[in-house]
């Protein structure tokens, strides 16, 4: 079977998966998942490590659209209404969950000093697409909601200066003071260059976009400009994600009637997204269930309660609404692509750590990957903001606002 015919296999079945999920009550990106887990390297091998790997530009191109849509929610006059918050908020749940896991693994588990506190680091992180799509499914809307995209979007900014300090941190512990001041530029390189990177695109896509004669067109200008800012990223040494994430946000806040180029993006996106999640479910590998042992499962419920014990503490401290403080830790379970990355990171930086560190990440991420969307649905749904984009005429055409799948 070629590859694009097992690609149509891939569509076709994850979209099933999603009519299935739809009938549990479920999220369609669990569908999408779980069909895309039958299909791949556990079960059913239609779809192998080779063909993972040539069909990896989809995720490039699934998770460049998602952070360039988040850049849409990042409108000036909508966050000075946020202010500090957001940031306070970040920061407290990124860090609980960073002091969960290193106290497990360190004082629980007696791990060394060095591991503990570089996986520690590696919890910090969210993964936005689950949630992302979750919330757009189901057309939610309210002040958790609003909170959750630049909670989410402002965590790998987070999560990627917590790794930089954490592996400095580590690598003077061992006794290796080569490369400190490296390891500790690298972050603020990383993160400095890749938000100047997409602001600079920001500004010549606005330009761009205006000269645009139909929505066609737009829509090529834009999808050629998120290919370019990752490629750009990728070959610099970036982020990606922050990269779209900024070249999104001065779209937005320069250009008046921003939601059609937002719009023009979604029109594409759909089929992405679906063959995305199914990939990323293929790729999951359950074997991986007899060798993470005790330690990965401490993990897993280590980082979601310092994730939900830090997002409470961060809203009850700015004053944020009631659903906020209940329901944002919830919605910020999913790791993906950030602590994938930061786990190749680790073999270059503590290779002795690494096939640890690895089994513990991917373990964590197929977990959350799958139980994610669903604790994101239940957040929304308790906070009671299924369906309010609605009930609410919005100044701005949102992230979430069309109900694609």
Same mark, same amino acid.
């Given at each position: ?48 490590? %080779? ?120 690598? %003077? ?64 040494? %970036? ?92 919605? %910020? ?73």
């Amino acid at each position: 079977m070629n590859v694009l015919l097992k690609l149509g296999v891939v569509l076709v079945v994850g979209l099933l998966g999603a009519k299935i999920a739809r009938m549990f009550k479920l999220p369609n990106v669990t569908g999408y998942l779980v069909a895309g887990l039958c299909l791949g390297v556990s079960f059913a091998r239609v779809v192998n490590a %080779l063909d993972l790997d040539a069909l990896g530009v989809i995720s490039e191109v699934a998770l460049a659209i998602i952070a360039f849509s988040i850049g849409s929610e990042f409108v000036l006059k909508d966050i000075r209404k946020l202010g500090k918050s957001v940031v306070v908020i970040t920061v407290l749940e990124a860090l609980g969950a960073v002091a969960a896991v290193f106290a497990v693994m360190y004082f629980v588990f007696k791990q060394p000093f060095a591991f503990s506190v570089v996986i520690a680091s590696m919890s910090a992180s969210t993964a936005p697409a689950a949630t992302v799509l979750v919330m757009r499914q189901y057309r939610a809307q309210g002040p958790l909601t609003q909170t959750i995209l630049p909670v989410v979007a402002l965590d790998d900014v987070v999560g990627i200066m917590c790794f930089g300090l954490a592996s400095s941190v580590a690598r %003077l512990s061992l006794g290796d003071n080569a490369s400190v001041l490296q390891m500790l530029t690298q972050p603020a390189v990383e993160i400095f260059g890749s938000l100047a990177l997409g602001a600079v695109l920001g500004v010549l896509l606005t330009w761009l976009a205006n000269t645009a004669a139909d929505r066609d067109e737009l829509q090529g200008i834009t999808l050629g400009a998120i290919a370019a800012a990752t490629g750009l990223a990728s070959y610099l040494d %970036l982020s990606p994600l922050l990269t779209c994430i900024a070249m999104g946000t001065v779209l937005a806040n320069l250009k008046r009637n921003s939601s059609r180029v937002f719009g023009s993006v979604n029109d594409f996106a759909a089929p992405v997204y679906v063959l995305f999640f199914a990939l990323a479910g293929a790729s999951l590998d359950m074997s991986i269930l007899r060798t993470v042992g005790a330690i990965g499962v401490a993990y897993i419920f280590a980082r979601a309660s310092g994730k939900m014990l830090g997002a409470a503490l961060g809203a009850k401290a700015v004053k944020a609404d009631e659903n906020v403080v209940k329901y944002l830790g919830l919605a %910020l379970l999913p790791q993906g692509g950030v602590s994938i990355g930061l786990a190749v990171l680790v073999r270059q930086i503590l290779p002795q750590y690494a096939p640890a560190v690895t089994t513990i990440i991917m373990f964590s991420v197929m977990i959350y990957e799958i139980l994610g969307p669903i604790c994101a649905k239940i957040a929304i749904q308790k906070a009671g903001e299924i369906g309010g984009m609605d009930k609410v005429n919005q100044r701005h055409v949102p992230i979430v606002e069309e109900l694609v799948f």
